[in-house]
């Protein structure tokens, strides 16, 4: 009840009228109770005992459920719900909206389902406090447009059913026309087809990978489970599986046990087993390349939520791969991984096919839901390439441009171009960058066309006591995930003191790319923090090669590299730095100076699997500080000749990688990579062995003399 006045009873008849109605025609609605959230709850109270639904699921707190028949689940432990179905959600907004999760959440919802979404009236949203906020930083108070842009897009769409908290007009429920035929869930065609081409694939020729793109609640990791079972039916042996986390193969698994029946005759955590001893089996996808077990067909789903180094290293490690990924997610998008991947396909194994799945499968096609969904979180958002004029860069413009304040289309056009060229974009970073005060960004235009953007945001500036806590471990405070970092790692209080503005993300349009615009954008993000008075433009990033000379070219250094490798790219942090203020330069000064002190001992204990190229460039970056002495010159004479042992002259090869100009002169030389696994990383010769690098320690050893006698005479003066 709202200040006296009575919202009127729900018709239930009405209700159920419409559930059967949306059931037959295969549709869900979106229903907002919009006002006081106790009288959103009485309402709801009065209507879920009597419409007839077998369970459903409340997002919120769970002593506030408004049925006892309600499974309940927090917000922010949405994932645990993925992978189940549910004919109904009711979502507390009061208590916090996480994107993600709420785009997540509203896939399990089958056909004939209702989303109830409890919050404020759509007018108050702009200034709505979410609970969520704080999670992220944007409990400041500021208004958000992200979520004005939200409540605009519900008012305008038809579809959504709109209850007001405290009106007391009655309310009258769509009329849904009778379908020809009644909605049932059932296998696609294309889910057929996809898996008559699995099952085709995984007995045929090898070498023709297969790749498939869908749109989330198409079937496809069903399709995969229907297929992997029919191709150990037929003779199969060995299938393998892998992803980015156990969570994701569940359907496939389900699927592919529920097809074999009674063949099945264990079934473990991770693998199932026919009674003909075949094998289906899950591995993460660092564990399956480093175990290298044999199999007939690799599966590899959720492919965009891996790094391409890593999915390039399974398409040449087994002779039949197959990858799987969604276009549009709330986990990211795969288009920008088919972007980058088709390159290397196209390259490494011409012959690879491709098929899309477009039928959706727990509902029909044109659900309003979905449709509403992908709008409010724009995971539908593409960008079309434009094509530089022939004059080519001199026409780009680039200023600093606010998503917030930006027309639609336009939003729409720059978001789409972060998630084609980063595969892990979500709905959540849309709130981020829209809300947050910090943000600061700027775009890239040709005749009023988005070419590029360039998404950052200001941090640091703690107190000296907050920063001297941090750096020293006691502390760790939301967001400020450069300085603190730098702080906390190189042990230097300043980091979390000074100001500076991290890149968050740089995108370029695919036919714009390699003319400077990344790095123009770069340079006016620069100029801007240090008119901003700021110490220093940086970067966090999942270090690889293209993208830290990339970094490089721009001006920045090194300054640090992570100890774990993150969860989104499975690379290791990489964090660098331009400084422009006088405390800046100096940070930087004293942090690469002491990390080249320390180089190499950390690269054999925490970075032995970093790939050559990116270590040599680290590597080449840092301050010069070995000269080597008559007796090192010596020993690296004698080891050229083959007068001294590896083993002892370890350090001295160690210190020479920091001599000036080595690791730049050893860049390009083609046995790079045994340098790197042999004297920085402190490989085994039979691991060496095993990556192809060398036949044994006698090869190993007499390729590295033949590099240092290269070097004595040919190299850079020591």
Not at 661 to 674: D, K, N, P, Q, Y
Request: charged share 20%; with cysteine; proline share 6%.
């Amino acid at each position: 009840m709202s200040s006296g006045t009575l919202t009127p009873t729900p018709d239930v008849d009405a209700w159920r009228s419409l559930q059967s109605g949306l059931a037959a025609r295969g549709e869900r609605r979106l229903v907002l109770l919009e006002g006081r959230r106790d009288s959103a709850l009485q309402w709801l109270q009065a209507l879920l005992p009597d419409i007839g639904l077998e369970g459903g699921l409340w997002v919120g707190e769970a002593g506030d459920a408004p049925n006892e028949r309600l499974a309940s689940i927090e917000p922010a432990k949405a994932r645990q719900w993925l992978g189940r179905e549910t004919p109904l959600i009711v979502w507390d907004g009061w208590r916090g909206n996480p994107p993600d999760a709420f785009a997540a959440l509203s896939g399990t919802l089958t056909a004939g389902g209702l989303l109830f979404w409890l919050m404020p009236a759509l007018d108050e949203w702009i200034c709505f406090a979410d609970p969520d906020y704080a999670r992220t930083g944007l409990d400041q108070g500021q208004p958000h447009p992200f979520a004005e842009r939200m409540a605009g897009t519900l008012a305008a769409d038809s579809s959504v059913i709109r209850v007001r908290m405290g009106s007391p007009k009655a309310l009258t429920l769509p009329e849904l026309p009778s379908p020809t035929t009644d909605f049932r869930v059932a296998t696609t065609p294309d889910q057929q087809q996809l898996i008559r081409t699995l099952v085709a694939f995984g007995l045929g020729r090898r070498r023709r990978p297969l790749v498939v793109t869908a749109d989330r609640g198409r079937g496809k990791s069903a399709a995969l489970g229907m297929a992997a079972a029919q191709l150990l039916q037929q003779g199969r042996r060995q299938i393998l599986v892998t992803a980015p986390a156990r969570e994701n193969v569940n359907a496939l698994f389900a699927h592919a046990r529920e097809s074999l029946g009674a063949e099945v005759l264990q079934v473990g955590d991770d693998s199932l087993e026919t009674l003909s001893g075949a094998q289906l089996r899950f591995l993460r996808v660092r564990d399956l390349l480093r175990e290298k077990p044999e199999a007939e067909v690799v599966l590899v789903d959720e492919a965009a939520a891996i790094p391409v180094s890593l999915l390039k290293r399974v398409l040449l490690g087994w002779p039949r791969v197959a990858f799987a990924s969604t276009v549009h997610g709330y986990e990211g998008a795969g288009r920008g991984f088919a972007i980058r991947f088709r390159q290397i396909l196209d390259q490494a194994t011409p012959q690879w096919q491709a098929q899309t799945l477009t039928q959706p499968v727990r509902w029909a096609e044109g659900d309003p839901l979905e449709a509403l969904i992908s709008d409010l979180f724009l995971l539908g958002a593409d960008h079309d390439p434009v094509e530089l004029p022939k004059t080519g860069a001199s026409e780009v413009v680039i200023e600093p441009w606010q998503p917030g304040q930006a027309a639609e289309a336009e939003l729409a056009d720059a978001f789409g171009l972060l998630v084609n060229a980063h595969y892990r974009t979500t709905p959540a970073d849309l709130r981020q960058w829209m809300d947050d005060p910090s943000a600061r960004s700027w775009r890239a235009s040709v005749n009023g066309e988005t070419v590029g953007v360039l998404w950052g945001a200001v941090e640091g500036g703690l107190s000296s006591e907050l920063a001297e806590q941090v750096a020293s471990g006691k502390r760790r405070i939301r967001g400020h995930l450069l300085p603190q970092s730098l702080a906390s790692h190189s042990g230097f209080p300043e980091a979390a003191s000074q100001c500076g503005l991290r890149i968050i993300r740089v995108a370029v349009s695919a036919h714009a790319r390699r003319s400077g615009i990344g790095r123009s954008l770069l340079v006016a993000a620069a100029a801007g923090a240090e008119q901003e008075g700021l110490d220093f433009t940086g970067t966090s990033f999942g270090g690889s090669s293209d993208l830290y000379a990339f970094w490089v070219s721009c001006g920045l250094e090194l300054v640090r590299i992570g100890l774990q490798q993150e969860a989104s790219s499975g690379e290791y942090p990489v964090q660098m730095v331009l400084p422009h203020s006088v405390a800046g330069l100096s940070l930087v000064r004293q942090v690469q100076i002491r990390l080249a002190r320390h180089w190499l001992a950390l690269v054999p204990l925490n970075w032995r699997d970093l790939e050559p190229g990116l270590l040599v460039g680290m590597t080449a970056g840092l301050p010069s500080g070995f000269r080597p002495d008559a007796a090192d010159m010596r020993d690296l004479q004698n080891f050229s000749d083959g007068h001294r042992g590896f083993r002892l002259m370890v350090p001295v090869l160690r210190d020479l990688s920091q001599a000036q100009g080595v690791m730049g002169w050893f860049r390009e030389h083609a046995e790079l990579s045994i340098w790197c696994r042999a004297v920085l990383q402190g490989w085994s010769w039979s691991e060496l062995q095993g990556e192809g690098l060398c036949s044994g320690q006698r090869d190993g050893e007499n390729r590295l003399r033949a590099m240092v006698r290269e070097l004595l005479q040919n190299g850079p003066e020591l």
